[in-house]
């Protein structure tokens, strides 16, 4: 009986973030990133992206589209544009 409590215990952070995602109303199209997930797709570590996130300094990351109880999460199409525009102000 122990084990099996210290185990769901061990499984609720796991639970949460399914939820969390099983309730939000996600575009067409769109898939979510989490920070691991955008941190990969710009090429920077998770702790870069959360630092930056931490900071407010949206300059090298995009703002995320909406904030869990898990964390930030960002959508795929958003992250797309996101890098568009900021290739465009590069001259790119």
Known sequence: MVSGFIYNFCMMPIMVKEGDLNRIDVPEDYEVLDATALGRRLRFK???????????????????????????????????????????????
């Open 46 to 92: 998770r702790d870069t992206v959360l630092a930056y996130l931490s900071r407010r300094n949206f300059g090298r990351i995009p703002r995320p589209n909406r904030q869990l109880a898990m964390g930030p999460i960002w959508y795929e199409k958003s992250v797309k544009e996101w890098e568009a525009k900021a290739d465009q102000k590069r001259g790119k």
